[in-house]
């Protein structure tokens, strides 16, 4: 990979993916801060600092 080439994200902004969860801490009663793995180790977000993420639950 060259240094211009442009990154690629591992979010889609016109679907969902499936993201593992790591880790849910909760800050206070209505509030809870959620972690995610990303596809690979070297993965990155590809979404700009201060940008919101929609999330969607899919229970059994």
């Known amino acids: 990979m060259d240094v211009y ?3 690629v ?6 679907s969902f993916k499936e ?4 880790k849910r801490t909760q800050l206070n ?3 809870a801060k959620f972690r995610f793995a990303l596809p690979t ?3 990155v977000l ?3 600092i201060g940008q ?4 969607s639950l899919l229970q059994n």
Do not use: Q, Y
């Open 29 to 31: 009663h209505n509030v």
């Open 9 to 14: 994200g591992s979010i889609d902004t016109e």
């Open 46 to 48: 590809g979404h700009g």
């Open 41 to 43: 180790p070297t993965s």
């Open 52 to 55: 919101c993420i929609s999330c």
């Open 19 to 22: 993201f593992k969860l790591v």
């Open 5 to 7: 080439d442009p990154v």
